[in-house]
């Protein structure tokens, strides 16, 4: 039964409480609990006071006028974080220090040297150590391993079998076989015991890799500011990179001012020995040699580097010069390096006031007269700069066959071998892969430059005096007393310097001046009767052995110049020296036949004289060796082929080349005409006309070869200049005094002189123009000769 249903049981529905009319407890508002300060200030905590921890300035401090200062600058940094924050950050300060430790325990001498320069700057230690651990890892990135050993000669100019002299003491060279020899057990001691590759005691490396492939280093280049010191460029790596091609490759040949002396004011800002008209003549001559730079042989387009760096030069030099002020040391070795920037452009007749200009500035300074007996700064840039531009003007008027300006040298004496180096300092470069630097040998090269060249102005004086201007004295028995004091300054070379260990670029030119002084002293008597004069009785060495030997001696050195560093890398005075042995072996090739040149023997006749014209080495008796002209020819080819090479970096390179070139062209041209007769002129082989017999042996004239080996000649000289993109010749920018066509030229006239000249004489002018030779061995000329007209040598340059 449903309950509700119930008689009386109804109720009331329930309904909820009513609410009261006063405040309930769930609606009072407590009060507000006060703010926790996460960090409080140093001043609080030490008075153990209450912090509100504002910021910058908490109120107790503000009230009691106390410091406030927090141990975090973060506000939601609490202590104990910063507490371990900063204990991170002392330990990695300690860290820090004992890698920098580290590098001053391990590194090289010149490497703590500038790590030690840098901490006394105030420079910071983690930037101390990003700048050398960054630096290895660019470099090494930068350097990569050379492959080669060492560079093959190109199919046309391969070594002739008929290098066999034993007595030639370049063949006896590292270069050659690295090994064997004295240096190979000691060089792999030293590699194994971590020893430093000093140039003394050398590392393989040296004869293993390319000059080129190493890299000049020095600390202070990363801290150039270009900004400061030229207006071309603001790029500081640019000017950093040019600044390392000047001191690895110009510097090293031409040592004008003292290296360090200019690179601390460079970074310094200082302007003692450093200046911004010397930068930007620096970098004109290194611009050259950056070969990231197609226009860098285009010396007159605004758009080439060097363009821009000379036209700054010049710029700045008008001002220097036109200002009064006291003469400066920097000034000097600016204008030396205007001469030779125009040297290397072809322009030497520009280049040389400005050597003028240095000279009378370094005679009003009293460089020349003053005996610099201190080790002042100062001091030793006065001793330095008076002997290198002593030398280098002695140098100059050597080769220009003109009396010095400077009849003494300077006064303050200069060092021994031993001892040199405490005044030229010394450039430190870096092989690929190898852990420590290697030394150029600034200060014996320079040392042994110097010896040499006042040899050879003793000789210009002399020549001049008796009034006969060239490179060699009037009498024999003058050149008999240079040659001596020429053969005492070779054997007293230092042992880094021997024919043996050479090995670097301006090493192999020490040497090959050497023998290029020698050539230059007998070449007048190589086809007169002087010839046979016994120099050496013990030897029974002759006037002719001595040509000879020099002659062959430098196309050895060439040759092993090339093998090692190939002829790519920027070297001004390199093209010299090729084309000096280029025009010997040219004034061989182009002459004409003599008329009794016949072949009676397959070996060649001891006794004549018509090898001592050739620049082919005394040799052992060889069936194999080739024939002279082909000789010649492989000689003349790899010359070629060098200055067409310089004449990627270098406008002498390309002009020296198109010369030369030219000398072959033309005689091949005319040879080829020959071969090829008027038919209606009669035969001088008819049938009435027999060919001269000697006994039984009927002789056979042999031009046709010579002939055949010219036409041959100016083929591989086109391949060459198809192969290699060349620089094309402006004979009007060529402004040259120097006498650099006197091997083929008898009246040694300078370049533009010939260039001016070319386009008024035929080809035949050309051939027939000098075809005798006279009794000084030059090719003679004038009117007596048996051509007539007058005599302009074997031929001329096609520019």
């Given at each position: 039964m449903n309950p509700n249903n119930a008689p009386g049981r109804s109720f009331r529905p329930l309904l909820p409480r009513a609410q009261p009319s006063g405040p309930s407890d769930s609606d009072t508002q407590l009060p507000p609990r006060k703010a926790h300060t996460r960090v409080a200030c140093e001043g609080c905590r030490r008075k153990r006071i209450k912090c509100d921890g504002q910021r910058p300035i908490c109120t107790s401090c503000t009230t009691h006028g106390t410091p406030c200062t927090y141990l975090s600058a973060d506000p939601s940094e609490s202590r104990s974080s910063a507490i371990k924050r900063k204990y991170g950050e002392a330990q990695d300060r300690v860290s820090v220090h004992e890698q920098l430790y580290n590098l001053l325990r391990t590194r090289s001498q010149p490497e703590v040297t500038e790590i030690v320069r840098r901490i006394r700057a105030g420079i910071d230690v983690e930037a101390i150590l990003r700048y050398v651990r960054d630096g290895d890892l660019l470099l090494q990135l930068h350097l990569m391993p050379e492959a080669r050993l060492r560079y093959t000669f190109p199919e046309f100019a391969s070594w002739p079998t008929v290098f066999r002299d034993p007595e030639d003491p370049y063949l006896k060279t590292q270069l050659l076989d690295f090994k064997t020899g004295p240096w190979a057990?000691?060089?792999?001691?030293?590699?194994?015991?971590?020893?430093?590759?000093?140039?003394?005691?050398?590392?393989?490396?040296?004869y293993q890799m390319p000059y080129h492939a190493a890299q000049m280093v020095d600390p202070r280049l990363s801290s150039v500011k270009a900004s400061r010191w030229t207006s071309v460029t603001v790029d500081d790596g640019l000017v950093a990179k040019l600044l390392s091609i000047y001191f690895q490759f110009e510097y090293s040949r031409t040592r004008l001012f003292l290296k360090d002396l200019f690179l601390d004011d460079l970074v310094k800002g200082k302007t003692n020995f450093c200046?911004?008209?010397?930068?930007?003549?620096?970098?004109?001559?290194?611009?050259?040699?950056?070969?990231?730079?197609?226009?860098?042989?285009?010396?007159?387009?605004?758009?080439?580097?060097?363009?821009?760096?000379?036209?700054?030069?010049?710029?700045?030099?008008?001002?220097?010069?036109?200002?009064?002020?006291?003469?400066?040391?920097?000034?000097?070795?600016?204008?030396?390096?205007?001469?030779?920037?125009?040297?290397?452009?072809?322009?030497?007749?520009?280049?040389?006031?400005?050597?003028?200009?240095?000279?009378?500035?370094?005679?009003?300074?009293?460089?020349?007269?003053?005996?610099?007996?201190?080790?002042?700064?100062?001091?030793?840039?006065?001793?330095?700069?008076?002997?290198?531009?002593?030398?280098?003007?002695?140098?100059?008027?050597?080769?220009?066959?003109?009396?010095?300006?400077?009849?003494?040298?300077?006064?303050?004496?200069?060092?021994?071998?031993?001892?040199?180096?405490?005044?030229?300092?010394?450039?430190?470069?870096?092989?690929?892969?190898?852990?420590?630097?290697?030394?150029?040998?600034?200060?014996?090269?320079?040392?042994?430059?110097?010896?040499?060249?006042?040899?050879?102005?003793?000789?210009?004086?002399?020549?001049?005096?008796?009034?006969a201007p060239g490179t060699s004295p009037p009498t024999l028995s003058q050149a008999l007393e240079f040659y001596h004091k020429v053969e005492h300054w070779h054997r007293t070379l230092p042992a880094e310097l021997s024919p043996g260990r050479v090995v670097m670029p301006h090493h192999l030119q020490i040497h090959m001046e050497y023998c290029l002084v020698l050539i230059n002293l007998f070449e007048p008597w190589m086809a007169g009767p002087e010839a046979d004069h016994v120099v050496d009785t013990e030897t029974n060495t002759t006037v002719r052995d001595i040509g000879t030997r020099s002659r062959a001696r430098l196309e050895t050195l060439i040759r092993l110049y090339y093998l090692r560093h190939s002829f790519d890398a920027l070297d001004v005075m390199l093209i010299m020296f090729?084309?000096?042995?280029?025009?010997?072996?040219?004034?061989?090739?182009?002459?004409?036949?003599?008329?009794?040149?016949?072949?009676?023997?397959?070996?060649?006749?001891?006794?004549?004289?018509?090898?001592?014209?050739?620049?082919?080495?005394?040799?052992?008796?060889?069936?194999?060796?080739?024939?002279?002209?082909?000789?010649?020819?492989?000689?003349?080819?790899?010359?070629?082929?060098?200055?067409?090479?310089?004449?990627?970096?270098?406008?002498?390179?390309?002009?020296?080349?198109?010369?030369?070139?030219?000398?072959?062209?033309?005689?091949?041209?005319?040879?080829?005409?020959?071969?090829?007769?008027?038919?209606?002129?009669?035969?001088?082989?008819?049938?009435?006309n027999p060919q001269p017999t000697r006994g039984n042996v009927t002789t056979q004239k042999q031009p046709k070869k010579k002939e055949?080996?010219?036409?041959?000649?100016?083929?591989?000289?086109?391949?060459?200049?198809?192969?290699?993109?060349?620089?094309?010749?402006?004979?009007?920018?060529?402004?040259?005094?120097?006498?650099?066509?006197?091997?083929?030229?008898?009246a040694g006239r300078s370049l533009e002189r010939v260039l001016e000249g070319v386009q008024e004489l035929e080809i035949g002018d050309v051939r027939h123009g000098g075809g005798t030779r006279t009794g000084g061995g030059e090719w003679g000329g004038g009117a007596g000769n048996e051509y007539g007209g007058e005599g302009v040598g074997s031929g001329l340059p096609d520019v």
């Open positions: 057990e000691g060089s792999r001691g030293s590699q194994q015991a971590g020893h430093s590759g000093a140039m003394g005691n050398p590392h393989l490396h040296v200046s911004a008209l010397l930068v930007n003549c620096i970098l004109a001559n290194a611009a050259h040699g950056l070969t990231t730079d197609p226009h860098r042989v285009e010396f007159w387009t605004p758009r080439s580097l060097p363009y821009a760096f000379l036209a700054e030069a010049k710029r700045l030099w008008d001002i220097e010069v036109a200002l009064p002020g006291e003469h400066k040391l920097t000034t000097i070795h600016a204008a030396m390096s205007l001469t030779l920037r125009y040297g290397a452009d072809g322009a030497d007749k520009i280049g040389v006031p400005f050597m003028l200009k240095a000279l009378e500035i370094a005679q009003e300074m009293e460089l020349f007269t003053r005996v610099e007996t201190g080790d002042t700064k100062m001091s030793l840039a006065r001793a330095f700069t008076a002997w290198s531009i002593y030398s280098y003007h002695g140098m100059t008027y050597y080769y220009m066959q003109k009396a010095p300006i400077l009849s003494a040298p300077p006064a303050t004496p200069l060092p021994d071998y031993s001892s040199i180096t405490k005044l030229t300092g010394e450039v430190y470069v870096k092989y690929p892969l190898q852990p420590y630097l290697t030394p150029i040998l600034l200060g014996l090269s320079f040392r042994a430059q110097i010896g040499l060249n006042l040899v050879m102005m003793e000789i210009t004086q002399t020549a001049i005096d008796a009034g090729l084309l000096l042995l280029g025009s010997i072996t040219a004034r061989v090739l182009v002459a004409p036949p003599a008329e009794d040149e016949t072949e009676v023997s397959p070996s060649p006749d001891p006794t004549s004289t018509s090898s001592s014209t050739t620049a082919s080495p005394l040799t052992t008796p060889d069936t194999t060796h080739p024939p002279p002209h082909v000789r010649d020819a492989s000689t003349f080819l790899l010359c070629a082929k060098g200055l067409h090479d310089q004449g990627q970096n270098q406008y002498l390179g390309s002009l020296m080349f198109n010369m030369l070139s030219g000398l072959v062209d033309t005689s091949a041209s005319h040879s080829q005409s020959r071969s090829h007769p008027d038919p209606h002129t009669p035969s001088q082989t008819e049938p009435n055949t080996s010219l036409q041959n000649l100016a083929t591989d000289l086109a391949r060459i200049r198809a192969e290699f993109r060349g620089t094309e010749v402006k004979p009007e920018y060529v402004h040259m005094e120097w006498p650099v066509y006197r091997w083929i030229d008898p």
